[in-house]
């Protein structure tokens, strides 16, 4: 059996795992949540964010489903709804947050879960085109970062913790074998904790925009494999790892607990339907690490319910 058969059969028996694992109900003691408790999942109108949104909702949380467009927002909201489950949409575009955050506010008071869904992609196959890298940086990364910031102030105390995931990618791993930057010293920096900081993080996706306006990021040893979705997606893993360590500074009861993970290669819009894994399966990490009864996990990195290494 070669390497790329032994590899699917492992992610066969992981799924097969997780399948069964998804059937036992957590218990009484291991709900922390109740109807009350309330997740926001952006991006959700359709794919892995809907099923996000519909897991949570089985699970009896109240969910405000998030969409840029109206109309298919609701739509979705209304699929959910005729199911018997407490959803509720609300327009979102990641790069204007302040009337979500006030109308948040205004109606609940404050949020317990945030599930940054929300992200775009504009190569599929063998493309590798950078035309919409702006576009990419801008709503994957600094729309993920910008939604973290506003919804802080509304992370309501618990003795269990607000919980924040981010939906990521493997191809955002600083030690990827195949797809990683090539650039020694900016990887080393980005790795150490004492030298990660914003401002790093932002000049790296700038020092590649300028290089994309340039023409010269084809040797700027950036990712070789959908290199504008790939740094997004390092980038918010990075900065998973810098907000998490501010976060541990919360005293008790004040606690946000943020980690990200990788759906997979999930049959979606996204991946113009060329996945091997369902919405259903892609989903089931985050809902995972959203609910986890015992929190103590904070800035790390998973996939199918396992830690992987950034």
């Known amino acids: 059996m070669g390497k790329k058969e032994r590899a699917k059969e492992r992610r066969e028996k992981r799924r097969q795992e997780i399948s069964l694992l998804r059937t036992i109900p957590y218990s009484d003691h291991q709900r922390w949540w109740t109807s009350d408790t309330i997740a926001v999942v952006t991006g959700a109108n359709r794919g892995i964010g809907f099923e996000i949104a519909r897991q949570l909702a089985l699970h009896g949380l109240t969910v405000i489903l998030t969409a840029r467009e109206t109309s298919v927002g609701e739509e979705a909201v209304k699929v959910l709804q005729e199911g018997g489950l407490s959803v509720v949409f609300h327009q979102l575009d990641v790069v204007d947050l302040e009337a979500f955050a006030r109308w948040t506010k205004e109606v609940y008071g404050g949020i317990d879960i945030l599930v940054n869904n929300a992200g775009v992609n504009f190569n599929f196959g063998s493309d590798n085109s950078v035309e919409f890298a702006e576009k990419v940086i801008a709503t994957n990364y600094v729309g993920t970062k910008n939604m973290i910031k506003a919804m802080i102030p509304l992370m309501r105390p618990s003795a269990s913790g607000a919980r924040i995931v981010n939906v990521s990618s493997r191809l955002g791993r600083l030690n990827g074998r195949r797809n990683r930057i090539g650039n020694i010293d900016l990887r080393k920096k980005l790795e150490d904790d004492e030298s990660l900081s914003d401002e790093l993080i932002d000049q790296t996706m700038n020092t590649f925009l300028e290089q994309v306006k340039d023409g010269s990021w084809k040797d700027g040893g950036w990712p070789q494999v959908f290199t504008d979705y790939s740094l997004s997606k390092l980038a918010v893993n ?24 990788c759906p997979g290669w999930v049959k ?13 399966e892609g989903a089931d990490t985050a809902v995972w690490l959203a609910l986890l009864p015992d929190q103590l996990i904070s800035g790390r990195f998973f996939g199918e319910r396992r830690e992987i290494n950034f």
């Not at 990075?238 to 993970?261: D, H, M, V, W």
């Not at 113009?272 to 259903?280: F, Y």
């Open 268 to 280: 979606t819009a996204m991946t113009d339907w060329a996945g091997h894994t369902s919405p259903e």
């Open 238 to 261: 990075t900065y998973t790892r810098l907000i998490a360590r501010k976060f541990s500074e919360r005293p008790e009861g004040q606690k946000i607990y943020i980690n990200c993970y």
